[in-house]
């Protein structure tokens, strides 16, 4: 056994930089008895070199520290048959897995499963991208994360600003990057965001979760990203052009000697449409952005590893405007400029085969300014925050035969740093002027408001899980998470999380049920300016209200998914969740200063349905289809906050949440001719669109008016690709054209409320790149 221990320690030692891994057992197919000695070997384009191991005396093996991707496993041992698995391997997932191999007989070939073991616990709604899959979207469309989500996972509904509401949250996407989470929202008008294109592999998660996750429920985003370990000294130098001033260009390299690894990327962009803007036309709506990662690995010995990520991201974009405000107040032009640095140093230890240690220092430094519009009748809105993270995080993982058992704690301190300025006389003589619905905002003596403030708090946290393998059919993953939070108010949570996973039938039916229950701290964005009472400056509404408060849930799932053939699976999952102080953003009046207001309670559920074909090699064929039947439910009254129309205050009852939309579908195909290296693809989205405040006239006369919805919408986008000069299944030259919205449908996108324009989909774009490869 310890000979064992030293191959396992070994064969992970050459590229041993994530939580990922591979365990099994190796059984007789004829009556279940376990195999020592059988000769496993792990195989991936990943993998510098094929991985090597034996089983031990009691038939398990193990691949440890695996970077997420397409695998496969070959078996053998003499007198019997060898056995070949194919398994996709999700970010810091632990696949459990059961070969049995069965006597040789005369002219048997080789089997091959293209999956094997018990799914995992996940919602079948979850979707996991590959680099692949990334680099075949349209280099515009890899400028932030949200856009990316948007039209690759189920149930993603676009709304105001550009944000990406998941199952009726309004701050959706929680963004984990080698296993540490930060508190900035990813949507361009809060941060800086991060590139696409540094992703090595990602999961996007609605449901199922751990109990290691936590902040933010609606969709975690769970990174790996690009190491120089998975990379042969090589490089890539991309250029775009498009129309609407939609450039952009990017250069990467990675690589690795001996111990070390690294890689670099740094890429710019440009846009004359950046943000939806509140007009089809847009006005006064261009933006630039740049992101720079580095990414040291270096494996100090068999049992150690460190991986340093430094990232440096920003954007400078105007504020769009109306067409009525380019004619009547030309000088209302505002802008924003966003600033991050982030800095991430992990360690890797092994401490036995059975036992992996991570722990992770980080800290991030973000910063965001308004600067306001100088016109006589706008607004003069001025908003400056910084937020400044350190943390530490450290998980440990037991493997003891059919348990994985895995805790840890995250300790992080925020620091933010929150000024503010708005006077907005201007803004009620402009709709003064034309007649138009206001808010009366004002400081003292119809003054200016005011506010600044520092604040130190943070939140402690810590969890215990155990995903074990009760039957060769059932998995179960329980745990418990613990949340103390301390800034805008302080409180802490129990999350128990409970998830199954059963296979009923040996076609690879899989019964999924979850039961998990979520603490949501306030969004750090504004968290200040949002819990300073500052209700009291509307009109007619002297009282504060409390400072935010957190979101707590519980959510149900119930669903199935099923291997049709080969490279066919579907997955049908239904969804139930309740929320205890559902947040949404509210903007003061004409700004884009952006505050949250808790209301009573919120209820979410529906139907996704998810199909995926992976690649037919023999075809060249991949496509995919999500489905999402939803419906989403506010309660008035607003309980704390900031909010800035009086009858979200003074009402109760239900209303349509503004993210709801009943009917959203995304779908894509792509296809690849392997001898001319030519590709194309398509992407497809409907939405049947979300509520107005306005209500329907018959209505009125309804015990329950209708609210109106902006209208449905279908967008098509065509990409079509060649790569030339290819030698061992590598292009040295790829070029690639892209028509996005094909019919030139400018929906509208949403429109909240009689307060504020609605905001507008892109018009046809047209682009091209070019990418070198060195």
Known sequence: MAAMCGVLICASFGFAQSDAAIRGSVTAKADNSLLPDVEIRLE?????????????????????????????????????QEQTIQLTLKPREIQNITLELSLRGIEQSVEVHAITGLAPTYSPSST?????????????????????????????IRSHDDFVHVRGNEIALNTFINGVSFWENPHSVFSAGLSPDIIQSASVMTGGFPAEYGNRFGGVIDIVTKSGLSMNNEGSLTVGVGTALRHNAAIEYGGHSGRIGYYVYSGGYESARFLSPNDPRSIHDTGRGGHSFLQLDFNANP??????????????????????????????????????????????????????????????????????????????????????????????????????????????????????????EGYIAFSHLLGLPHVHLRGPNRGPITFAERKTGGQASGYVQDAVQLTGNLRLDAGLRYDGYS???????????????????????????????????????????????????????????????????????????????????????????????????????????????????????????????????????????????????????????????????????????????????????????????????????????????????????????????????????????????????????????????????????????VFSPGEYFNPRFYSGSLKVHF
């Open 44 to 80: 991936s384009p990943l993998l510098a070199e094929p991985l090597g191991t034996k089983s031990g005396d009691n038939g398990q093996f193990a691949f440890q520290r695996l970077v997420p991707g397409p695998y496969m496993i070959r078996a053998s041992r003499e007198g019997f």
């Open 128 to 156: 996991t991208l590959q680099r692949e899959t990334i680099d075949d979207l349209p280099v515009d469309q890899r400028n932030n994360l949200p856009d990316m989500i948007a039209i690759t996972a189920p149930g993603m």
């Open 303 to 424: 049992a150690n590893s460190l991986k340093l990520v430094l990232m440096g991201d920003g954007t400078n974009f105007q504020i769009p405007k109306t067409s009525l405000d380019d004619e009547i107040r030309p000088s209302a032009n505002a802008s924003e400029r966003t600033r991050e640095q982030t800095a991430v140093l992990t360690w890797n230890h092994t401490v036995s085969s059975n036992t992996l240690l991570n722990t992770s220092f980080y800290e991030r430094w973000s910063r965001t300014e308004l600067i306001p519009a100088s016109d006589p009748l706008s607004a003069f809105a001025q908003n400056r925050r910084t937020l400044s993270t350190t943390g530490f995080k450290s998980d440990v993982t037991w493997f003891a035969g059919r348990h994985s058992v895995k805790g840890g704690v995250d300790l992080v301190l925020l620091r933010p740093d929150e000024n503010l300025f708005f006077y907005g």
């Open 487 to 753: 800034l805008a108010t302080s409180v802490w949570q129990f999350s128990p999380r409970l998830n199954l996973a059963y296979r009923i039938s040996r076609a690879g039916t899989v019964l999924h049920a979850s039961y998990n229950h979520f603490f949501v701290p306030p969004a750090v964005e504004n968290v200040l300016i949002s819990s300073a009472g500052l209700t009291r400056f509307l009109q007619d509404r002297p009282e504060a209200l409390p400072p935010l408060q957190p979101i707590i849930e519980d959510q149900f799932e119930l669903g199935l998914t099923h291997p049709f053939a080969r490279n066919l699976r579907a997955g049908l999952t239904g969804y139930y969740r309740t929320s205890d102080n559902p947040v949404h953003t509210v903007l003061f009046p004409d700004s884009r200063i952006y505050a949250y207001a808790n209301f009573d309670k919120g209820k979410a559920y529906g139907m996704e349905v998810k199909t995926e074909v992976t690649p037919i090699q023999r075809i060249g064929v991949s496509a995919y289809m999500n489905y999402s039947l939803s419906r989403v439910y506010f309660w008035n009254p607003v309980t704390a906050g900031f909010v800035d129309e009086t009858h979200h205050l003074e009402e109760s009852g239900r209303f349509l949440a503004p993210m709801d939309q009943t009917h959203t579908l995304n779908a894509g195909f792509t296809y690849h001719h392997r001898k001319t290296g030519a590709w194309a693809g398509m992407t497809f989205e409907y939405g049947s669109g979300t509520p107005t405040e306005a209500e329907e006239e018959e209505g009125a006369s309804m015990e329950a008016p209708v609210p109106l919805r902006v209208p449905a919408h279908f967008t098509q986008n065509l990409t079509v690709g060649v790569d030339l000069f290819r030698r061992r299944d590598r292009s040295w030259l790829g070029l690639q054209f892209n028509v996005e919205n094909l019919t030139n449908n400018v929906y509208k996108v949403s429109q909240e409320s």
